[in-house]
């Protein structure tokens, strides 16, 4: 058996980022093409990836014409039972069963108002269900034109506690493109397989691209109350080998240093890398992967790698 301090002294050592270091010469740096960055400190919003699909809204579009007429019978109801209450009560032409007639359509009119809003909360969440009449009303004809399609978003992890969800970019799978969309709230937990952290978007259609309701995209939700610091270097920077993130530093011209790295969040075009390099290092943007190669057969390098 080990001595303790020989087993300490060897878990620290696998603990550390492995480093190795490789040469090349001045023609294979041609031919590899290889260019540097020099890393910069950045400070990000907190991204969490999520999916997403465009849903059909036909369903919604018949609760929110629903609840117009509803609101509209309840309106006129609520108006003629004070018109009868006030005519029985100066003792003019009304009829006490006339008046608990049209008190009796007023109640069942409210409830029937009140039984779509519920509706609307438990399917649709506070974003559509608590929202403004005439929000409402604005929503139902846009997605009646076809300006306007709804989209579910769900986180692929759990979110954490406190999370205030600013915006939400839906991308498509075709092409990469970004497209934003406007965060209407948080979806009810409604089927098991769901993690509980559904949002409901709403996505402007237009002449670039039409969303039709099934289409499959990714989407990331952007909290900017959870900010990530880190050094900002560009994504063909980074290489994975043996389950890590690695990128290379450039000492001299010439000599790269392998450095595992920790990734702090995957930006559009570039990486937040919050471990393993320093502001100012000047890493390897283009040829990352051919210097691996070249590390791994060391039939291109000038001195055998180090480990």
């Known amino acids: 058996m080990f001595p303790k301090i020989i087993m300490t002294?060897?878990?620290?050592?696998?603990?550390?980022?492995?480093?190795?270091a490789v040469?090349?010469?001045?023609?294979?740096?041609?031919?590899?093409?290889?260019?540097?960055?020099?890393?910069?400190?950045?400070q990000s919003a907190r991204q969490w990836q999520a999916a997403a699909q465009v849903l059909d809204a036909s369903m919604l579009v018949n609760v929110?014409?629903?609840l117009n007429a509803a609101q509209a019978s309840a309106s006129a109801s609520s108006s003629e039972l004070k018109r009868l209450e006030s005519l029985y009560q100066s003792g003019n032409n009304a009829a006490l069963k006339t008046v608990e007639s049209a008190r009796a359509q007023s109640i069942a009119d409210s409830a029937r108002v009140q039984s779509l809003q519920a509706q609307l909360l438990s399917t649709w969440g506070n974003g559509i269900g608590q929202m403004a009449v005439q929000a409402q009303d604005q929503l139902l004809r846009s997605l009646l034109s076809g300006?306007?399609?709804?989209?579910?978003?769900?986180?692929?992890?759990?979110?954490?506690a406190g999370l205030s969800a600013s915006t939400?970019?839906?991308?498509l799978l075709s092409d990469n493109s970004l497209i934003n969309a406007k965060l209407l709230g948080p979806l009810p937990h409604t089927h098991s397989q769901s993690l509980g952290n559904a949002y409901l978007l709403s996505v402007a259609n237009s002449s670039q691209f039409q969303?039709?309701?099934g289409q499959i995209l990714s989407?990331?939700?952007?909290?900017?109350?959870h900010a990530v610091s880190g050094i900002k270097v560009p994504k063909s920077c980074v290489v994975r080998w043996q389950g890590r993130h690695w990128v290379y530093v450039e000492h001299e011209q010439g000599h790269y240093q392998r450095v595992a790295v920790s990734i702090g969040q995957w930006l559009d075009e570039a990486v937040l890398i919050t471990?393993?390099?320093?502001?100012?290092d000047k890493v390897v943007a283009v040829g990352a992967g051919l210097i691996l190669g070249a590390e791994l057969s060391p039939q291109d390098t000038e001195e055998e790698k180090e480990e």
């Not at 002294?9 to 190795?20: D, E, G, K, T």
């Not at 040469?23 to 950045?42: C, D, H, M, P, Y």
């Not at 989407?219 to 109350?225: G, I, P, S, Y």
């Open 23 to 42: 040469k090349l010469t001045e023609q294979v740096r041609t031919n590899f093409g290889i260019t540097t960055v020099v890393a910069v400190s950045v």
């Open 147 to 160: 300006k306007t399609v709804l989209a579910r978003a769900e986180l692929l992890n759990p979110a954490p």
């Open 211 to 213: 969303l039709q309701p």
């Open 9 to 20: 002294s060897l878990l620290l050592l696998l603990q550390c980022p492995v480093y190795a």
């Open 64 to 66: 929110l014409a629903d």
């Open 275 to 280: 471990n393993g390099i320093k502001v100012g």
């Open 219 to 225: 989407a990331e939700l952007q909290d900017v109350t």
């Open 168 to 171: 939400m970019r839906l991308r």
